[in-house]
Each structure stands twice: as structure tokens, then as C-alpha cells.
């Protein structure tokens, strides 16, 4: 299994201009999610998705869109970037949407420059 | 509203001294709580979390944890650090059996000096 796998790694944006990060995973996992890491800040979530055609916001979710038609895929979109999306984009996925406890499995991230 | 915290930004040990890495939590009912640990330019591997049954929990690499319920802790040890150790550790909770999310905590660098 190739696990969570995200893409691009890195990624240079105007401000203004819009842009997809995309995520997806092998493992059938039912709940995927999308945090920004900046530091000292630990991961916030921006969205989350429970299951194919279930999307919801997490607790910093301005600026940014998610869709989820597949199991496997869980793109997020930058509609106009604005320098205070520079950050680090992690997409994870786990088993459940969390009732059973089960852990995350992340990718490898997106590190995202907005000038 | 759940909230972590971890009050040590930087943790400093010795290698083959014991490590402790501080995680106390705030969350309504009962807690799952987790430890992950991220290396540079890496995304974060999960170490080891707490459901529930024996305070102590034992994970990857040696690492272990305890929860303290009364002092809503969940310290994350080892008995004897290796430089290979040094990393960046999350320690993250939801309340359990809730689809609630997980709540991660501002982080950790741990380093561990030859």
C-alpha cells in the first residue's frame, strides 16, 4: 500500500491565484481530513469528510473548498490565496470517523508559499 | 471545548537518560488520547494511544505512556533516548466514542544530544 499520498510537494503561488492540493489514499479508509501546521501552532483542521459525498468544516475552513466523490480522493482548494495560507498541508485518513479510536495515517505534506 | 497542552516547547535529555515529553488535556466524558512524533520535512507517524483498560500504554520505538485521569495527563517516556529520538511530538484527544475531532496540542522538539 502506498498509504496517504499528497501532491505536489512544494508549491509557489501568487496572491489572487487559485490551486488544488491533492490527496489520496489506498487503505479504504472511511474518514479523510486536511490540517495546515504552522509554527507553534501545532495542526488545525480546515475540513473533514465522514465518507464519500460527506464534507464538513473543521475549525479554520475560510478560503478553502473540499469535495469528496470517491472514497479515495479528498482534494482541497485554494480559491484566491492570500499570504496567510503560507503553511504546511497535511492530508490524513483513518478507518472510521473516529468512534472506535482508530488513528490517523498522514501524508507527507504540501509545504505552500503565497507571495 | 477540548484542548491540549503541551508546556514544554523544547526538551533537551541526554542520550540513555530517561525522556519525558509533558501532554495535559481538557475534554468532555472520557478521553482517547494520542501521541504522534513528526521527523524534519516528514508528515507525523502515530506512536501510541490511550482508549481505554491499563493506564500505561506502550507504543513504537520503545516509547510508552501513562494516563493520569486525575490530572488529566498523558506524558509520553522512554527509559533511555537515543539521538535517533529527536523529532517534533504531538500529543492530540477527542472524547471518546464521539466523531468529535482530534484536537492536537502545539508541539514539542525534542532533542536528544550524543
Known amino acids: 500500500n502506498a498509504g496517504v499520498t499528497q501532491t505536489p510537494k512544494f508549491q509557489v503561488l501568487k496572491t489572487g491565484q487559485s490551486m488544488t492540493l491533492q490527496c489520496a489514499q489506498d487503505?479504504?479508509?472511511?474518514?479523510m481530513s486536511w490540517y495546515r501546521q504552522d509554527p507553534g501552532m501545532g495542526l488545525r483542521l480546515i475540513h473533514y469528510?465522514?465518507?464519500?459525498?460527506?464534507?464538513d468544516q473543521g475549525e479554520v475552513p475560510n478560503g478553502y473548498n473540499v469535495s469528496r466523490s470517491t472514497t479515495e480522493d479528498f482534494p482541497l482548494r485554494l480559491l484566491s490565496a492570500a499570504p496567510s495560507q503560507t503553511s504546511v498541508y497535511f492530508c490524513?485518513?483513518?478507518?472510521?470517523?473516529?468512534?472506535?479510536?482508530?488513528?490517523?495515517?498522514f501524508g507527507p505534506g504540501t509545504r505552500l508559499t503565497v507571495l | 471545548a477540548q484542548s491540549v497542552a503541551q508546556p514544554e516547547d523544547q526538551v533537551n535529555v541526554a542520550e540513555g537518560n530517561p525522556l519525558t515529553v509533558k501532554c495535559t488535556y481538557s475534554?468532555?466524558?472520557?478521553?482517547?488520547l494520542f501521541w504522534y512524533v513528526q521527523y524534519p520535512n516528514r508528515g507525523l507517524q502515530f506512536l501510541l494511544k490511550?482508549?481505554?483498560?491499563?493506564?500505561l500504554v506502550k507504543g513504537s520505538y520503545g516509547f510508552e505512556a501513562e494516563f493520569n485521569k486525575s490530572q488529566t495527563s498523558f506524558h509520553l517516556k522512554k527509559p533511555s533516548a537515543l539521538v535517533s529520538d529527536s523529532a517534533l511530538y504531538f500529543c492530540?484527544?477527542?472524547?471518546?466514542?464521539?466523531?468529535?475531532?482530534?484536537?492536537f496540542g502545539s508541539g514539542t522538539q525534542l532533542t536528544v544530544l550524543p
Open positions: 490524513a485518513s483513518s478507518l472510521t470517523s473516529g468512534g472506535a479510536g482508530d488513528e490517523q495515517f
Open positions: 487503505m479504504n479508509h472511511e474518514y
Open positions: 469528510s465522514v465518507g464519500a459525498g460527506i464534507t
Open positions: 475534554v468532555s466524558g472520557n478521553p482517547y
Open positions: 490511550y482508549i481505554t483498560g491499563d493506564n
Open positions: 492530540a484527544v477527542r472524547p471518546s466514542g464521539s466523531a468529535r475531532q482530534l484536537t
